[in-house]
């Protein structure tokens, strides 16, 4: 065991979250909501790639999922509390995003879709199906883009389902081999399944380097000795992960994008956050990470996650009525759609999320302490 003195320091609410990753969370929902909804040409080559915002999501889901399974590894009833606590966090708001999409699609002409398409959105099948997949040609666009981001909600989900009996039975260090093995085939996975459609991208076993990532942190992270190297390493896999972008533009079609700069995303975004959690809680960053604004937009992110873009489609279609046009009208709808969506996703944690996850403790005998 380390010394205190180099040991994280993390700083923990009553609650038992790690708040600053909340933080981290808002950066990333605001670089995939930039990314959907923004298309201003002054702006695009901003936001162009805030697509980036799920693999750092990736990065968080792999740290916190693998930290909460190591410390409950020994404890009894270890699945039961594991699954329990995903399912009442994961499933309610996904399954009723999912079954109004289902109901709009029924009353809209011509927007039904088979009974199949449906099978696979509700057992999270999107991420494995994609390289064989090709629902979005038979989709209105509206629909697809609804739709769009359950891809990484099913990549997380099968994650979750090898991740736990991983860790349950394996010791650290064959976990540290299995991490590293998905490290190194990831990429290979990429190139493998690669065409112009990119299925590589919505794959999971193509994207699951940005979760080992995390999970490699996870397991080091107590047991690396020195953290002065931290900046620096940081700053070599940002100006890495940089030159790839500079070099390719970010283009989904040229490979050496397509091989490594998931990886190098994913490694930037792990250093990143080793480089907040070695922080002492009093350091002007962390404190900074601790505001009350981007705490709130992280922990509702998952729900603004799923509404985001319907709720701009949605605010969209209705202002094709109005007289009101142009750049100044866009903006205001731009906005608008930012705000509804943060206000329902508020909505939802306050009066439907948080009242189903006081079950937790009823039903699988968990403790507030265990949240995250």
């Known amino acids: 065991m380390l010394a205190s003195s180099v040991q994280p320091a993390p700083a923990v609410s009553p609650g038992g979250r790690i708040v600053e990753l909340d933080s ?121 883009m609804a739709l769009d981001v359950c891809w990484s909600l099913s990549v997380e989900e099968f994650f979750y389902m090898v991740w736990a009996p991983a860790v349950r039975w ?38 699951m380097d940005s979760l080992a990532w995390g999970a490699l942190l996870a397991l080091m992270v107590e047991r690396i000795q020195s953290k002065r190297w931290a900046p620096a390493a940081l700053a070599a896999a940002a100006l890495g992960c940089a030159a790839v972008f500079l070099k390719t533009q970010g283009n989904l079609d040229d490979m050496r994008f397509v091989v490594w700069g998931y990886t190098l995303l994913g490694l930037t975004f792990a250093l990143l956050l080793w480089n907040v959690l070695r922080l002492p809680p009093s350091h002007m960053t962390r404190r900074i990470l601790r505001n009350r604004a981007t705490v709130w937009i992280g922990m509702t992110s998952y729900t603004t996650y799923l509404i985001h873009h319907p709720v701009q489609l949605i605010l969209e279609a209705a202002a094709r009525h109005l007289p009101a046009r142009g750049t100044l009208a866009h903006a205001g709808i731009l906005g608008l759609s930012f705000a509804a969506a943060f206000a329902l996703s508020g909505l939802s944690w306050k009066f439907f999320e948080q009242p189903i996850l006081a079950y937790k403790d009823r039903w699988f005998g968990l403790r507030a302490a265990a949240r995250q």
């Open 170 to 207: 394996l010791n650290r260090r064959h976990l540290l081999m299995l991490v590293v093995t998905m490290i190194c085939l990831a990429p290979v996975t990429r190139w493998l399944v690669h065409r112009p459609s990119h299925p590589e991208y919505f794959f999971f076993p193509a994207r």
């Open 24 to 144: 981290l969370r808002a950066a990333a929902i605001l670089a995939v909501m930039c990314y959907h909804e923004i298309s201003f040409p002054f702006l695009h080559r901003w936001t162009v790639n805030g697509w980036i915002g799920v693999d750092l999501f990736f990065v968080l889901s792999g740290f916190l999922i693998t930290g909460i399974l190591l410390r409950s590894k020994s404890k009894p009833h270890y699945f039961r509390r594991f699954y329990g606590r995903r399912l009442l966090r994961i499933f309610p708001p996904y399954y009723a995003f999912l079954t109004l999409t289902l109901i709009v699609t029924l009353l809209l002409p011509g927007w039904r879709q088979p009974v199949s398409l449906w099978a696979a959105y509700y057992l999270y099948l999107p991420s494995l199906l994609a390289p064989w997949s090709h629902s979005s040609q038979h989709m209105p666009a509206q629909l697809w």
